[in-house]
């Protein structure tokens, strides 16, 4: 793929969106604080029916797959919803994916779709089966979100003002392996991204993609699996760059550095190191699916398109 998905329109002050939660129940405070961040920017906002459900037996789970699956497709369905925002991850997409109606979902249109972590299940569906844009992004019902005013902000630009955010970086990113590279962004979270190979249909990374990664609660021997896991599998054949994000909780830095160079420095392609995105502080928002221009050592994604029209 060389070229952008559909992009959805950007919104505006008046837009409705619905908030989801299509895996682990959200804590209800945190979801309150999110609403009201969210309904500050203007938008009104549809909680689902299910989003404070919990599973009968598997607390991890907000409510049955099924009714977690009938919240996004009524959300994405609906006519009157401009976007659909996952309240937060944990897990669950997994279960669901296969109990949506894409064909449903694809007759109803482009919507905005943000969510991160676990979500990751739902941006490659909804890219591969709508050939859509979509962003990984802060979760509203996380403190992630309304704990962080940059992650706020910076999601609030990419919804509102794309073109204020082009380039994605932070301070210290930088490269693994110097180079350049473009093509269209695809990834998110690396355990999903390896859970996901199971799948009927599974497909690798598009040839020429900017692959993008991050995880969070992996020892990196954990680590070292996931990435060999989708190494083996073919996922990386064809990818022109790659950029890393957070590794939050996933033991010394210097030892998940070590482990990504001696799996992935053999490819041959660019890598930025520390990009800014995933489960850190200050979380960038990533839209996936567009092409972007990577420079590993200036540890810049710049997106040649807004992420949204």
Not at 1 to 23: C, F, H, I, Y
Not at 233 to 252: H, K, N, Q, R, Y
Not at 268 to 279: D, R, T
Request: one cysteine or more.
């Amino acid at each position: 793929m060389t070229s952008d998905r559909r992009r959805p329109e950007r919104l505006k002050a008046g837009d409705l969106v619905a908030l989801v939660a299509p895996a682990g129940p959200p804590p209800p405070l945190v979801l309150q604080a999110g609403i009201a961040i969210v309904q500050s920017w203007g938008l009104r906002v549809r909680v689902g029916k299910h989003v404070l459900d919990r599973h009968p037996t598997l607390d991890y789970l907000a409510g049955t797959d099924a009714d977690r699956a009938a919240d996004l497709q009524d959300a994405w369905c609906d006519p009157e919803v401009a976007a659909v925002f996952c309240v937060r991850g944990g897990y669950g997409c997994l279960r669901i994916a296969d109990l949506l109606d894409w064909d449903a979902m694809a007759a109803a249109g482009p919507k905005v779709f943000a969510g991160s972590s676990d979500v990751t299940v739902l941006h490659e569906h909804i890219g591969a089966r709508l050939g859509l844009a979509t962003l990984f992004a802060p979760m509203v019902a996380t403190l992630a979100f309304t704990a962080d005013e940059q992650a706020q902000s910076h999601l609030h630009s990419t919804v509102f003002e794309p073109d204020a955010v082009r380039v994605l970086t932070r301070p210290g990113a930088g490269s693994l392996v110097a180079g350049r590279a473009s093509g269209v962004v695809v990834g998110g979270n690396a355990s999903l991204l390896a859970a996901g190979l199971a799948a009927r249909g599974a497909v690798p990374a598009p040839d020429g993609a900017v692959a993008v990664l991050e995880d969070v609660n992996e020892d990196p021997y954990r680590l070292d699996a996931i990435v060999t896991k989708l190494l083996r599998a073919g996922w990386f054949d064809g990818v022109a760059g790659i950029a890393l994000g957070s590794w939050t909780d996933c033991g010394e830095l210097a030892h998940v550095r070590a482990m990504m160079l001696d799996r992935l420095g053999g490819l041959g392609v660019p890598i930025a190191w520390e990009m800014g995105f995933g489960h850190c502080p200050a979380q960038l928002t990533v839209p996936l699916g567009l092409v972007a221009d990577l420079d590993a050592v200036a540890g810049t994604l710049t997106m040649r398109s807004t992420a949204l029209r």
